[in-house]
């Protein structure tokens, strides 16, 4: 059960749009639509961003959207603003309720 | 409100055994898993395990399998991570987290809990 892969870093520009891939395996990604992904400011716990691959929780932002092709998972960040500067990690479903996180991704806001 | 309050930042010695805790409030307790994620000093998420409270069934990440043990009273809502024996390389944050009901992600977590091991 090996981390999902996503990039170390992201950047863009204020107003700008990013996405952050994950790519995990058959065994995960691309066997669940079950991808859910979380921001994490410096010292705060992570919050839910995104769930079951696209679905945003009450409260976060119509800029944060979430697709899946085949064994790799996005979220794109439209209309970047300064506050979207985190770390996002994803997180899927592995079978047997067990689960596997990103190697996580830091955004930085140019 | 649904909530999970974990216990306070521990200081503790190698070899030393430990016990933290997570505490739900504002839902049935025993009708949603609850599993615990390590995080580093300075590094990413990694999913240790979970648990049923309503039957104590329990799963583990093979990363931490017989390395920590997962565990839940459900006479008081609380929901527990144990080491036998810490070693400096636990020392970590450690967050709990209700898996959703019916779905895969997890929502909400813990405030955290701070686990430092030094000789």
């Known amino acids: 059960q090996s981390a999902l892969t996503q990039p170390a870093s992201v950047s863009g520009s204020p107003g700008q749009s990013i996405t952050i891939s994950c790519t995990g395996t058959s065994s995960d990604v691309g066997s669940y639509n079950l991808v859910s992904w979380y921001q994490q400011h410096p010292g705060k716990a992570p919050k839910l961003m995104i769930y079951e691959g696209s679905k945003r929780p009450s409260g976060v932002s119509n800029r944060f959207s979430g697709s899946k092709s085949g064994n790799t998972a996005s979220l794109t960040i439209s209309g970047l603003q300064a506050e979207d500067e985190a770390d996002y990690y994803c997180c899927s479903y592995a079978g047997s309720s067990t689960f596997v996180f990103g190697t996580g991704t830091k955004v930085t806001v140019l | 409100e649904v909530q999970l309050v974990q216990s306070g930042a521990e200081v503790k010695k190698p070899g030393e055994s430990l016990k933290i805790s997570c505490k739900g409030s504002?839902?049935?307790?025993?009708?949603?898993?609850i599993g615990w994620v390590r995080q580093m000093p300075g590094k990413g998420l990694e999913w240790m395990g979970i648990i049923y409270p309503g039957d104590s069934d329990t799963r583990y990440s093979p990363s931490f399998q017989g390395q920590v043990t997962i565990s839940a009273d459900k006479s008081i809502s609380t929901a527990y991570l144990q080491w036998s024996s810490l070693k400096a390389s636990d020392t970590a944050m450690y967050y709990c987290?209700?898996?959703?009901?019916?779905?895969?992600?997890?929502?909400?977590w813990g405030q955290g809990t701070l686990v430092t091991v030094s000789s």
């Open positions: 987290v209700r898996r959703s009901g019916g779905g895969d992600w997890f929502d909400p």
């Open positions: 504002g839902y049935s307790f025993t009708s949603y898993w």
